[in-house]
């Protein structure tokens, strides 16, 4: 940092402080006291009423009424500073933004605005923002509901940390009382928002909101996709331009990594017929079967699919599915209830050795792979159990996890 920068971060820290000794300030801009004190000097005879004072309660303070002069910030810091209180939803950085265009003695810029309500909507998501934006300030304790990608809602308690933009949406930062551990919430699912009073002064230090993609190999699916043309925009509004391959006649290849949940039916059947799932091929005829569950309930019995179909949408002939009982000498993971084979990579302790209960998806260096309930695990197992037996159907594979799972260690009681 320069001399200038530092002399300038000092200024800010007293007029945000007040009063700050010399060790306190040292501490904050990384020097020693005998340099602090040197800047102290050098802002006194720069025309700066910076003071020093003895004793019990003193240190180093700006005199009462000192304003910063508008030449202390360069042309592009007035602007980045202007527009960084236009981009604030709502009215919260009308008042500080006249005061610093009147400082800087420039005229408000209109080339930014933003406005979180979706089309069609009213100013409802604007006055979210500014409740979760209080609640974050105020360092007040908030509830909610959630809508999770899992399909379930239910009620959240939470100390929020912070709000973010990232991608194509804002999200909430916060710390999840009930699973003591932070969770990151996307604004668009949080319903009915309600401050509590309850103030909390634990300091936040939520992760940075960022994803390797590494998805534990019996989790994931890697997915080649083929899009028309006429999603060109949604294919490069959520996908990265390396992952895309444009074609001769203007479709549009792409390759990625996705979870296997059910989530992903959900996504790619967004895209409607603009989309071709090229492989896997079990992905490809689920979601053959899942688009005919969509005519069918839409359609009725009027109309008689092609014998080909016909036989996706059947109930299961199956009258005996497989149970755990035809698997009770078997050994299975006591999270997931994956077998647990010669071969299957076993999770391992806090000292590194294998564990005898877990696989590694679940379990390494002696603690789970990530907080969920039973439910949640069930939702998310319930697939990978259908694909390895045909003819079973997802109710029928949750059914079967509903009886298994609580004699699992993890979820005994």
């Not at 089309?119 to 105020?138: I, M, P, Q, S, Y």
Request: hydrophobic share 40%; charged share 25%; glycine share 8%.
């Amino acid at each position: 940092m320069s001399i200038a920068a530092r002399q300038f971060q000092m200024v800010y820290l007293l007029l945000e402080k007040g009063r700050m000794t010399a060790g306190e300030l040292a501490a904050r801009l990384e020097v020693s006291q005998r340099t602090v004190l040197r800047d102290v000097d050098a802002l006194s005879a720069a025309g700066v009423p910076v003071y020093t004072t003895q004793g019990a309660g003193g240190g180093v303070a700006l005199l009462p009424g000192y304003v910063l002069d508008r030449a202390a910030f360069t042309e592009e810091e007035q602007r980045l500073l202007l527009a960084a209180l236009k981009s604030l939803p709502g009215r919260e950085g009308d008042q500080a933004l006249s005061k610093l265009s009147a400082l800087f003695r420039r005229g408000p810029e209109d080339w930014l605005q933003v406005n979180l309500s979706r089309w069609g909507a009213g100013a409802e998501e604007n006055e979210k923002f500014r409740l979760l934006k209080r609640a974050v300030l105020e360092r007040q304790t908030l509830t909610f509901e959630y809508a999770s990608s899992r399909g379930t809602t239910r009620r959240r308690r939470v100390l929020p940390a912070r709000l973010v933009y990232k991608g194509q949406g804002w999200y909430l930062q916060a710390l999840d009382l009930e699973r003591e551990d932070y969770r990151t919430f996307r604004l668009t699912r949080i319903l009915s928002p309600e401050l509590t009073g309850e103030v909390f002064h634990c300091r936040l230090e939520p992760p940075e909101m960022e994803f390797s993609g590494e998805i534990p190999p019996l989790f994931r699916a890697e997915v080649k996709l083929r899009f028309a043309a006429s999603l060109a925009y949604r294919v490069y509004d959520e996908f990265d331009q390396s992952c895309v391959e444009r074609q001769e006649d203007g479709s549009l290849l792409v390759e990625a990594v996705f979870p296997e949940d059910q989530w992903l039916y959900g996504y790619l059947l967004s895209f409607g017929p603009g989309v071709e799932v090229l492989s896997p091929d079990v992905l490809r005829r689920r979601l053959a079967a899942l688009g005919w569950k969509i005519y069918w309930a839409h359609a009725g019995e009027h109309d008689t699919p092609c014998q080909v179909c016909r036989g996706t949408m059947e109930p299961s002939k199956i009258k005996e599915v497989p149970t755990m009982e035809n698997y009770k000498d078997m050994k299975f993971c006591q999270s997931c209830g994956m077998p647990l084979g010669p071969d299957t990579p076993r999770g391992t302790e806090a000292d590194g050795s294998a564990s005898e209960d877990y696989c590694s998806y679940c379990y390494q260096g002696g603690q789970f792979a990530g907080e969920m309930t039973m439910e949640e695990m069930i939702d998310f197992c319930a697939p990978m159990m259908v694909q390895g037996n045909p003819g079973m159907t997802q109710e029928q594979a949750k059914a079967q996890m509903h009886q298994f799972f609580p004699m699992l260690k993890r979820w005994r009681r």
